[in-house]
Nanobody
Framework: QLQLAESGGGLVQPGGSLRLSCVVSGARLDYYAIAWFRQAPGKERERVGCISSTGGTTHYLDSVEGRFTVSKENATGTSYLQMNDLDPDDTAVYFC?????????????????WGQGTQVTVSS
């Protein structure tokens, strides 16, 4: 049905920047909200940020507010997670996920469709 594929992960130095991409296929992206999650070994999965289907509403985890930006480009079916001023604590596997539903919210949704994840390592 709906497939998501992340890319752009890798090794980056503290203070550096990285942009992750999520290509969505199988449906129009403007019908879906997108969320980015991350999970580090031994830690619970957490939602980094999300964006509503229209792109008009975003929400971020407090620890990444002001450093990370979620965007979506409906015409190309792509969501981006721009990460700036990276810290070793940001090291994790990052996932994108999609939820069918509201145009105007992205938090109180069930994200049913998931990508495979991409590793981000922040280290010198």
């Amino acid at each position: 049905q709906l497939q998501l594929a992340e890319s752009g992960g890798g090794l980056v130095q503290p203070g550096g920047s990285l942009r992750l991409s999520c290509v969505v296929s199988g449906a129009r992206l403007d019908y879906y909200a997108i969320a980015w999650f991350r999970q580090a070994p031994g830690k619970e999965r957490e939602r980094v940020g999300c964006i509503s289907s229209t792109g008009g509403t975003t929400h971020y985890l407090d620890s990444v507010e002001g450093r990370f930006t979620v965007s979506k480009e409906n015409a190309t079916g792509t969501s981006y997670l721009q990460m700036n001023d990276l810290d070793p604590d940001d090291t994790a596997v990052y996932f994108c996920a999609a939820a069918r539903g509201s145009r105007y919210v992205c938090r109180p949704l069930t994200y049913n469709f998931w990508g495979q994840g991409t590793q981000v390592t922040v280290s010198s």
